[in-house]
């Protein structure tokens, strides 16, 4: 994704596709409805960054690119660092497990308020780059808050007693150190897109896992 408006279009739409059919092999398992819709989001999130690329190459109203991208950052930076740990503690079913992911979704929480209050304290701007687009906001210690994103995301994936989601977070930290080198001001666009690909995989995990299971593939 994020190397052109057409490929946030049509990866957006393959994603949500994906997160269509896992919300439908849901079946009745416990607590698996927002991991299941979780391609969906990053899907349609993808299909809103090409509104944003098409307002800043004026092909659309500069007006409709600016609220698309306050879209995109709402769930890039308000939503995420909260509902993937929530989402991946919802879908935990050992006790003592999600004892140890709880303090990720409080950190996620912290992170999102941080970032929300950075995005309405302004300003918020995004700027066309070769192959991605450039988010800023004026964000005191901006590293250690994207540490911290980091953490909450992928600790409470890294947690999980089910190796398919851990395996998920292990890609993502791999994924999220090289897209860190290769692009700074491209971070939150690429890390994105790559997510929205990713998820994919809790697609296919809720298509073929068996659903009588409460936890396929358990570590412990």
Known sequence: MCFSPQADLVGGAVVAALGIDAVRHVHRRHGHVAIAALPLVLGAHQLDESLVWWGLQGHIPAGDGRVAMWVYLSIAFVLLPTYVPAAVLALEPLHRRRWVMAPFVVLGAAVSVVLL???????????????????????????TVIV???????????????????????????????????TADGFASVWCAWA???????????????????APYAVG
């Open 117 to 143: 209050l950075a995005m309405i304290h302004g300003p918020v701007h995004v700027a066309l780059r070769p192959y991605h687009l450039s988010y800023g906001l004026r964000l005191g210690h901006a590293r």
């Open 196 to 214: 929205a690909v990713s998820s994919g995989a809790i697609a296919a995990h809720l298509r073929f896992s068996a659903p009588h299971r409460t």
């Open 148 to 182: 911290l994103y980091v953490t909450a995301v992928c600790g409470a994936l890294l947690c999980s007693s089910d190796r398919h989601v851990v395996l998920f977070g292990a890609v993502n930290v791999v994924a999220i150190a090289i897209i860190a080198v290769l």
